[in-house]
C-alpha cells in the first residue's frame, strides 16, 4: 500500500513538473555535447598543434646555428614585436607591406564585421581613441544591426515562405505543416547552395591557397558569426581590384546573414520544432489581476444568478398564495 502510493505520488510529481526535468535534461545534453566536442578537437588536433611545434624549433634552431652573431634573446624579442604587429594586422614581410588595413575598403569591412558581431579578429584598432570608439560604435550599432536584421527578415519571410506555403495549401489542399516541411527543406537547400557552394567555388578561384574545402569552411564560420579569422579574403599580396574585391565579400557577408536568418526562422515556424521548444519552457503563468477579476466576475454572476433565482420563488409563491374567488353559493350575501 505504502509502496503504491509512494509510486504515485512519484507519478503526480514527475508530471507536475514535466518540464523542468524536460530542461534538466536539455542542459545535461549540453554539457555532454560541450565535453565531446572538447574531447574531439584535442584528439584532432593535438598531434598537428605538437608536429608545428617541433617544426618551428627545429628552424629556429637551424637558423641560430647559421647565424653565429645572433643570439636567443635578441631572435626571441624581435619575434616577440613581430607577433604582436601580427597581431594587429601588420605584416613585417615585403610583400606584404603594400596592403593597408585601415583604408576605406578595409575599415568598411572591419565594420561589417563589428556590427554583425563576427569579428575576425585579423584587424584590431591600434589607438586607444580607435579602441574607444569602436567600444561606443559597437554598443550603438549592434542594437541597431539586429533592428536592421529583425525588421528586413520579418519583411522577407512574407513573401519567401508565409505566402507560398498558405497558396499551396489552399490551392491544392495539402496538409499545411507538410507543405511547411518541404518549403523548408528546398528554401535551406536553395541557400546552401547560392551562399556556401557556389561562393566556395569562387573563393577557391579566387584565393591562391585557398582548396574547396578552406574556402567552404569560411564561408561558414562567417555566415554563421563564428568569425575565427584564420582565413579572410583579400588578404594576398597580389590581389587584383582588392578594394572592389572587399566591398564585394561585405555585401556578400550582409546579405548572407540575412538569408540564414530567414531559413532559421522557417525552419522556427514548423510546427514540429514549435512543440520541441514547448517541451523546455516554462509554462505560462495567468497574472494575478486577471484572475481576480475572472474571481470577481464568477462571484458577481453567481450572485445575480442568485439572486434572480429568489425572486423568482417569491413570485412563483405570490402567485401560489393568492385565493381563489368565492363561489355563489359561499357568498353569505346570497345566502
Not at 530542461?23 to 565531446?36: A, D, H, N, P, T
Not at 536592421?148 to 491544392?172: D, E, K, N
Not at 561562393?199 to 569560411?218: Q, R, V
Amino acid at each position: 500500500m505504502l509502496q503504491s502510493l509512494a509510486s504515485n505520488s512519484c507519478v503526480r510529481l514527475i508530471q507536475n513538473h514535466k518540464s523542468t526535468w524536460y530542461f534538466v535534461s536539455l542542459v545535461l545534453g549540453y554539457l555532454l555535447y560541450l565535453i565531446f566536442g572538447a574531447v574531439v578537437f584535442s584528439s584532432v588536433e593535438l598531434p598537428y598543434e605538437d608536429l608545428l611545434r617541433q617544426e618551428l624549433r627545429a628552424v629556429k634552431k637551424r637558423f641560430l646555428q647559421e647565424n653565429d652573431c645572433l643570439t636567443e634573446e635578441r631572435l626571441e624579442r624581435f619575434l616577440k614585436k613581430a607577433l604582436e604587429a601580427s597581431n594587429y594586422g601588420v605584416s613585417i614581410l615585403n610583400n606584404a607591406s603594400a596592403n593597408w588595413n585601415w583604408d576605406f575598403t578595409s575599415a568598411l569591412f572591419f565594420a561589417s564585421t563589428v556590427l554583425s558581431t563576427t569579428g575576425y579578429g585579423h584587424t584590431a584598432p591600434l589607438s586607444d581613441g580607435g579602441k574607444a570608439f569602436c567600444i561606443i560604435y559597437s554598443v550603438i550599432g549592434i542594437p541597431f544591426t539586429l533592428l536592421f536584421l529583425t525588421a528586413v527578415v520579418q519583411r522577407i519571410m512574407v513573401f519567401s515562405t508565409r505566402r507560398p506555403v498558405g497558396y499551396i495549401h489552399t490551392r491544392w489542399g495539402l496538409s499545411k505543416p507538410l507543405v511547411a516541411i518541404v518549403h523548408a527543406t528546398v528554401l535551406a537547400m536553395l541557400a546552401v547552395s547560392c551562399f556556401f557552394l557556389i561562393p566556395a567555388a569562387i573563393f577557391s578561384a579566387l584565393e591562391e591557397n585557398w582548396n574547396f574545402l578552406e574556402s567552404f569552411y569560411f564561408c561558414f564560420i562567417s555566415l554563421s558569426t563564428i568569425g575565427l579569422g584564420d582565413y579572410v579574403p583579400g588578404e594576398a599580396a597580389n590581389q587584383k581590384f582588392r578594394e572592389l574585391y572587399k566591398v564585394g565579400i561585405t555585401v556578400y557577408l550582409i546579405l548572407g546573414l540575412i538569408v540564414m536568418l530567414v531559413v532559421l526562422e522557417t525552419f522556427c515556424e514548423l510546427q514540429q520544432l514549435k512543440q520541441l521548444r514547448n517541451m523546455f519552457y516554462l509554462k505560462k503563468d495567468k497574472p494575478q489581476d486577471h484572475l481576480a477579476i475572472l474571481e470577481h466576475d464568477h462571484l458577481s454572476f453567481t450572485t445575480v444568478s442568485d439572486s434572480n433565482a429568489t425572486n423568482s420563488e417569491n413570485k412563483n409563491q405570490m402567485f401560489v398564495s393568492v385565493p381563489n374567488p368565492a363561489s355563489p353559493i359561499d357568498d353569505p350575501m346570497i345566502q
